[in-house]
């Protein structure tokens, strides 16, 4: 069978929907007769299992994450303030905080070069600083400091943030940052792509055909078992995961790769911290105890093996990773593999505290 399209977007996770929005409703590019494919259902492959959190506090090398992050939070409380904020925008931020004297300076120094960049102002506030704190809200957007709060009170860091270790020496409070429903957003960017003509069909793209290194078709398998030829002059690419394939077929070796992360989700039942917290990040090295000692995770301990490896701080060279690898040189491929049998890929907005040693080190 074949058909002609104007646009054919090859994805519709968000990346996906984005676009289109972007095209066709933003941009108002005639887009009628342009379809998305995707082999599931919307929103379903990644997008539905993201942290769904957001930021302007980026380490560089220079300044234009801080600035394309910038835009792209306007563009969202934008859309926030249009829909009455039905996607649950909050400002509540991100806090990193450390117990280590010894890392305060370059801990510091990385946070005011973050703000050099154009993330906001660094406030800090010390025993008897004259600026005062300013909280964040459990709810909303509007009206909210941006930059960093960098609180060197042991008094004030206890007074708002009680949950911490009391070692706690330095809290950065990002304020520019916090998070929303992702998948209520792209729900309502469908919606709104689907008035203006564009069509969400179901398939994978598995062929494409090009002239002169242009794109004139797709192929697209069915589940029918049929074989749908489209030709079309432009294809948006937002296969997510699947990009580098998408990239062979257009005779390009993309040096894309997949990186595995660990979502662990689990009842806090003392309610230790409360749900208004901000996204905690714990600043400092960390050593995996083990099943028999960890009160943290591995609650049947007998089942997983023990391990005494240390990890990285969550930022090294200034701030530069927000992400903890959980890769142990004695168990960490067999940890991630029965954690993710254990536990459902869900985000976690905070992290408990813990009567595990490694929290309080």
Not at 2 to 19: K, L, S
Not at 22 to 34: D, K, Q, T
Not at 225 to 238: E, K, W
Request: charged share 20%.
């Amino acid at each position: 069978m074949d058909t002609h399209a104007v646009i054919v977007i090859c994805g519709a996770g968000i990346a996906g929907i984005a676009a289109a929005y972007e095209l066709a409703v933003v941009r108002g590019v005639p887009v009628r007769g342009g379809c998305w494919w995707e082999a599931g259902d919307a929103l379903a492959l990644t997008s539905d299992k993201s942290t769904e959190a957001y930021r302007n506090w980026w380490p560089g090398p220079d300044a234009a994450m801080v600035q394309l992050m910038n835009r792209s939070i306007d563009r969202l409380e934008q859309f926030a303030h249009e829909t009455d904020n039905t996607i649950g925008l909050n400002r509540r931020g991100y806090l990193y905080a450390s117990g280590d004297a010894a890392q305060l300076p370059a801990f510091q120094a990385a946070a005011a070069r973050i703000a050099g960049y154009g993330a906001g102002p660094l406030r800090i506030h010390t025993p008897g600083s004259a600026e005062a704190y300013r909280p964040a809200p459990a709810y909303g957007f509007a009206d909210q400091p941006d930059g960093a709060d960098l609180l060197l009170d042991p008094a004030l860091i206890r007074a708002h943030f009680p949950y911490l270790s009391e070692h706690t020496v330095a809290a950065l409070h990002v304020r520019r940052a916090g998070w929303f429903s992702a998948r209520q957003f792209g729900m309502l960017l469908l919606e709104r792509v689907r008035a203006a003509g564009v069509q969400l069909l179901r398939g994978k793209i598995v062929d494409i055909k090009t002239e002169h290194n242009h794109v004139v078709a797709v192929e697209v398998a069915q589940a029918a078992g049929t074989t749908l030829h489209i030709t079309t002059p432009t294809l948006v690419s937002a296969a997510g995961p699947l990009q580098a394939e998408i990239g062979r077929m257009l005779g390009v070796e993309l040096p894309l790769y997949n990186e595995l992360h660990l979502k662990a989700a689990f009842e806090e039942r003392l309610g230790v911290v409360p749900r208004e917290a901000p996204l905690l990040i714990w600043n400092d090295r960390l050593r995996c105890l083990g099943a028999r000692k960890s009160a943290l995770i591995w609650r049947r301990s007998r089942r997983y093996p023990s391990c005494s490896t240390r990890y990285p701080p969550v930022f090294t060279d200034g701030l530069k990773a927000v992400v903890v690898r959980a890769q142990c040189s004695c168990c960490g491929t067999i940890t991630r593999q029965r954690l993710s049998r254990a536990f459902r890929s869900k985000s976690m907005s905070s992290s408990p505290r813990s009567r595990c040693a490694a929290w309080r080190a």
